[in-house]
T-cell receptor, first 115, second 112 residues
Framework: AQKVTQAQTEISVVEKEDVTLDCVYETRDTTYYLFWYKQPPSGELVFLIRRNSFDEQNEISGRYSWNFQKSTSSFNFTITASQVVDSAVYFCALSEATGYSTLTFGKGTMLLVSP | DAMVIQNPRYQVTQFGKPVTLSCSQTLNHNVMYWYQQKSSQAPKLLFHYYDKDFNNEADTPDNFQSRRPNTSFCFLDIRSPGLGDAAMYLC???????????FGSGTRLTVV
């Protein structure tokens, strides 16, 4: 069975601080996909990144960066110089590497960025 | 732009009164999913369609049904909503070989 653990329930930071959201996963599959989604107060799920299990390169997109470590089954997400607009719930998710397998979500981490 | 559209954005229904939520897509994806998300919880899969094949999650209550009349549309029917069914309902699509999921904006259901 697949499982995603986001141990941090809520994180509060002050604007411009860097913040890292942790994600640890469990799967028996050798091939899988990992995702991060952002859910602002309006409720929609906004796709941030998808990472193939074969690709362990870290990725950077603007202020966002992701650290994938297969050895520790972790896929952590860092926001550099956080902004108030980053305030949201962030979900880490896992799926099998088929085109139609279902997503297994973590419980989410609520990030509050204050001015 | 190709997208997943959910209507209505907000739905208020009475206790026990049947309600239908709708989802449409212009992506031509062959898989459609319905997730239920209660306050401060992760989305929970209710069921999904792979083309016309319906796949129900084992713990989805019988009170929840779904219809997919064609590739573009999928409906979630709640036959007798209870107070515990108040939640955000999210529709998503994916396509074999695409390995990505596109979510709609969700319908927030209130039961009074």
């Amino acid at each position: 069975a697949q499982k995603v653990t986001q141990a941090q329930t809520e994180i509060s930071v002050v604007e411009k601080e860097d913040v890292t959201l942790d994600c640890v996963y469990e799967t028996r599959d050798t091939t899988y996909y990992l995702f991060w989604y952002k859910q602002p107060p309006s409720g929609e799920l906004v796709f941030l990144i998808r990472r193939n299990s074969f690709d362990e390169q870290n990725e950077i997109s603007g202020r966002y960066s992701w650290n994938f470590q297969k050895s520790t089954s972790s896929f952590n997400f860092t926001i550099t110089a956080s902004q108030v607009v980053d305030s949201a719930v962030y979900f880490c998710a896992l799926s099998e590497a088929t085109g139609y397998s279902t997503l297994t979500f973590g419980k989410g981490t609520m990030l509050l960025v204050s001015p | 732009d190709a997208m997943v559209i959910q209507n209505p954005r907000y739905q208020v229904t009475q206790f026990g009164k049947p309600v239908t939520l709708s989802c449409s897509q212009t992506l031509n994806h062959n898989v459609m999913y319905w997730y239920q998300q209660k306050s401060s919880q992760a989305p929970k899969l209710l069921f999904h369609y792979y083309d016309k094949d319906f796949n129900n999650e084992a713990d989805t209550p019988d009170n929840f049904q779904s219809r997919r009349p064609n590739t573009s549309f999928c409906f979630l029917d709640i036959r007798s909503p209870g107070l515990g069914d108040a939640a955000m309902y999210l529709c998503a699509t994916s396509s074999e070989g695409n390995y990505g999921y596109t979510f709609g904006s969700g319908t927030r259901l209130t039961v009074v």
